[in-house]
């Protein structure tokens, strides 16, 4: 098997991918059903791949939920590669360039994060000061003075608006 081949394209999944797909997705919603059929199809083809790691770590779950479990053993054939020496050796320079990136590196990550965050919270603040600037802009008309008697014949219309025909039959408004 060629998990490299150009011309179709191989999805890995970890862990807590699976996990976030079972909880997201659960196959037995019949919503769900074509996402599952999708991702089995992919399996069938050899294009969808976990490794034992992962099998092992879901497989030691103790937990009430068992479907992951029994669908990686359904489909563990074509799904799960096994892991040796050669995969680990390959897989180091991958492992210290993402390291050396920051992308392990929570500290890193919670400066990107920060920046986020920042970027955000002045964007709502010069939002707010729009807002208040526009608040404070003189009105084209001044406000005139309600009268109580106008709110009264206000409520009075909305409320018969509310009302269906039966209801305004019964009920004796003013007018």
């Known amino acids: 098997m060629n998990l490299f081949n150009e011309e179709n394209k191989v999805y890995v999944i970890d862990t807590s991918g699976l996990i976030r797909l079972d909880m997201t997705f659960k196959r037995d919603n019949p919503v769900f059903t074509a996402i599952?059929?999708?991702?089995?199809?992919?399996?069938?083809n050899d294009r969808f791949k976990t490794i034992d790691f992962v099998e092992e770590e879901v497989n030691n779950y103790e937990g009430k939920e068992t479907f992951l479990k029994n669908w990686i053993?359904?489909?563990?054939k074509h799904l799960v590669v096994e892991t040796d020496t050669a995969s680990i050796?390959?897989?180091?320079?991958?492992?210290?360039?993402?390291?050396?990136?920051?992308?392990?590196?929570?500290?890193?990550?919670a400066?990107?994060?920060?920046?986020?965050?920042?970027?955000k919270i002045l964007m709502v603040l010069q939002q707010i000061e729009e807002g208040i600037a526009q608040d404070n802009q003189p009105d084209d008309e001044p406000p005139r003075p309600i009268r109580s008697e106008e709110i009264k014949e206000r409520i009075a219309a909305i409320n018969r608006e509310n009302l269906s025909k039966e209801e305004?039959?019964?009920?004796?408004?003013?007018?």
């Open 36 to 44: 599952w059929e999708e991702i089995e199809d992919l399996i069938r």
């Open 168 to 175: 305004q039959k019964s009920v004796k408004m003013p007018t």
């Open 73 to 76: 053993k359904k489909w563990k």
């Open 89 to 109: 050796n390959e897989s180091i320079p991958i492992t210290n360039d993402e390291y050396n990136s920051g992308f392990f590196d929570a500290k890193k990550q």
């Open 111 to 119: 400066e990107g994060n920060k920046a986020k965050l920042e970027a």
